[in-house]
C-alpha cells in the first residue's frame, strides 16, 4: 500500500521567513495529494491541494510543488506570520474519492 | 456554512464500556471516513463508506471496532469492549467523488479517554 513519509518534524521560522516541508510517497499510482493544517485542538483544515497532472499550485502565500518523477511535494509558505504556527500534514490518494494515506506531520512554529 | 457533526465532543468512560460515536456528512456528500489520531501514530484510517458501503475497514481492530452507516445521515463507529488503548481523538470526515477537485471535510472530533 502507499506509504507516506513526511520531514521535518517540527520547524521553527521567525516571522517572515519562509517554510518548506517535504514528503514523499510510494506508490506511483497516487494522483492526488493535498495538504491540511491543524491548529491546537482543532479539526484538520485543507489548505491546497495538487493533482499528479500539475506541478505547480500557488495560493498567496502558500504554494505546493509536485515532483512525480522522484514521488515527492513539498508546501511552501512564505512571508511567514504567527497564525502559521499549526501541524501540517501532507497526504496521497490513488482516485478522486478513495482514501488518504497521511504524513506524521509537521510542528511548524513561527517566532515574532 | 455546511460542516461535519459529531456527538459527543467528549467521552470519558471506563475500560470494558462500550462506546458509540455518532458523525454526521455534510448533506449531499457520498463518502464517509473514520480517523483516529494519537500522537504515536498520527492520523489513521479506521474506515470508510462510498453511498454508504463500506470500502475498506482494514485499519480497525475487527474485534473491537465496528463502523456503520444506517442512513446517509449518520455514520457510526462503535467499540465495545473499550480499552485505555482506545484513547483517542476520532474525526470522521466527508467528501464528494466526482470531477471537481475532491477535499476531505473533517468534523470536529470526539476525544475519547478510557480508564
Known amino acids: 500500500g502507499e506509504n507516506v513519509e513526511q520531514h521535518p518534524s517540527t520547524l521553527s521560522v521567525q516571522e517572515g521567513d519562509s517554510a518548506v516541508i517535504k514528503c514523499t510517497y510510494s506508490d506511483s499510482a497516487s494522483n492526488y495529494f493535498p495538504w491540511y493544517k491543524q491548529e491546537l485542538g482543532k479539526r484538520p483544515q485543507l489548505i491546497i491541494d495538487i493533482r499528479s497532472n500539475v506541478g505547480e499550485k500557488k495560493d498567496q502565500r502558500i504554494a505546493v510543488t509536485l515532483n512525480k518523477t522522484a514521488k515527492h511535494f513539498s508546501l511552501h509558505i512564505t512571508e511567514t506570520q504567527p497564525e502559521d504556527s499549526a501541524v501540517y500534514f501532507c497526504?496521497?490518494?490513488?482516485?478522486?474519492?478513495?482514501?488518504?494515506?497521511f504524513g506524521a506531520g509537521t510542528i511548524l512554529r513561527v517566532k515574532s | 456554512d455546511a460542516r461535519v457533526t459529531q456527538t459527543p465532543r467528549h467521552k470519558v468512560t471506563e475500560m470494558g464500556q462500550e462506546v458509540t460515536m455518532r458523525c454526521q456528512p455534510i448533506l449531499g456528500h457520498n463518502t464517509v471516513f473514520w480517523y483516529r489520531q494519537t500522537m504515536m501514530q498520527g492520523l489513521e484510517l479506521l474506515a470508510y463508506?462510498?453511498?454508504?458501503?463500506?470500502?475498506?475497514d482494514s485499519g480497525m481492530p475487527k474485534d473491537r471496532f465496528s463502523a456503520e452507516m444506517p442512513d446517509a445521515t449518520l455514520a457510526t463507529l462503535k467499540i465495545q469492549p473499550s480499552e485505555p488503548r482506545d484513547s483517542a481523538v476520532y474525526f470522521c470526515?466527508?467528501?464528494?467523488?466526482?470531477?471537481?477537485?475532491?477535499?476531505?471535510?473533517f468534523g470536529p472530533g470526539t476525544r475519547l479517554t478510557v480508564t
Open positions: 497526504a496521497a490518494s490513488m482516485e478522486y474519492g478513495n482514501k488518504l494515506v
Open positions: 470526515a466527508s467528501g464528494l467523488t466526482g470531477p471537481k477537485p475532491y477535499e476531505q471535510y
Open positions: 463508506f462510498r453511498n454508504r458501503a463500506p470500502l475498506d
